[in-house]
């Protein structure tokens, strides 16, 4: 159990498109999902955290406007990189963290998001 | 400040010698502490974790881990390392961290590298 789902797992888009990740947890219902970029060979970098109906809650030096979360139901968060550029090419984890129990964050498999 | 120290950021050794990876940590209270595995262009899976109790604790493919408080230490080990043991390990704190939100902070990562 606790299987995390991510799509797409590569995506290739222009400068100046948004590009929409999803995450779902494909077994169980998570309280909390985690947005985490990472870039090469360097550890994850937590983004924001999402709850199902509510606000992302967003780490420093995360802009809101351009990394925008929804958190739909307790089974998908979804992650839209609006206008992306190239810096903004990286390696995209979502995390969920089991409703009602555990401290535990299981993952996705990552989505690599190259912007041309 | 909350953190988590990976001093290693590589490892090589032989296949079927054994293997231990340094993790500390810098937290307030009794911590929620996890050792999870990454491979090249995967996510993060999960190898074991502690919330409290028994100090040393089995995960899976063979790993095991001990907490020591007095040296705020959460030392993942493996008696004998096989090829697939290759990978990238992250040892992670999780808590409200100060923030009122749950969430992990994760060591840098070290890569091991298996010799034939």
């Known amino acids: 159990g606790a299987v995390v789902s991510q799509h797409p797992s590569w995506v290739i888009c222009k400068s100046g498109t948004s590009v929409k990740i999803e995450c779902r947890s494909l077994?169980?219902?998570?309280?909390?999902m985690f947005w985490y970029r990472q870039f090469p060979k360097q550890s994850l970098m937590l983004m924001a955290t999402?709850?199902?109906?509510?606000?992302?809650?967003?780490e420093q030096g995360v802009e809101k406007d351009k990394f925008l979360i929804n958190h739909a139901s307790l089974t998908l968060s979804t992650l839209t990189v609006t206008s992306a550029h190239p810096e903004d090419s990286s390696f995209y984890i979502c995390?969920?963290?089991?409703?009602?129990?555990?401290?535990?964050?299981?993952f996705g498999p990552g989505t690599r998001l190259l912007v041309l | 400040a909350q953190s988590v120290t990976q001093p290693d950021i590589h490892i090589t050794v032989s296949e079927g010698a054994s293997l231990e990876l340094r993790c500390n940590y810098s937290?307030?209270?009794?911590?929620?502490l996890f050792w999870y595995v990454q491979s090249p262009g995967q996510g993060l899976q999960l190898l074991l974790k502690y919330f409290s109790g028994d100090t040393l604790v089995q995960g899976i493919k063979g790993f095991e881990a001990e907490f020591k408080r007095s040296q705020s230490s959460f030392n993942l080990r493996k008696p004998s390392v096989h090829w697939s043991d290759a990978a990238e390990y992250f040892c992670a704190v999780g808590g409200t961290l100060g923030s009122g939100t749950y969430k992990y902070i994760f060591g840098t990562g070290t890569r091991l590298k298996v010799l034939a």
């Open positions: 995390s969920a963290r089991r409703w009602g129990t555990s401290e535990t964050q299981y």
């Open positions: 999402s709850n199902e109906g509510s606000k992302a809650t967003y």
């Open positions: 937290y307030g209270a009794t911590p929620y």
């Open positions: 077994d169980f219902q998570a309280t909390t």
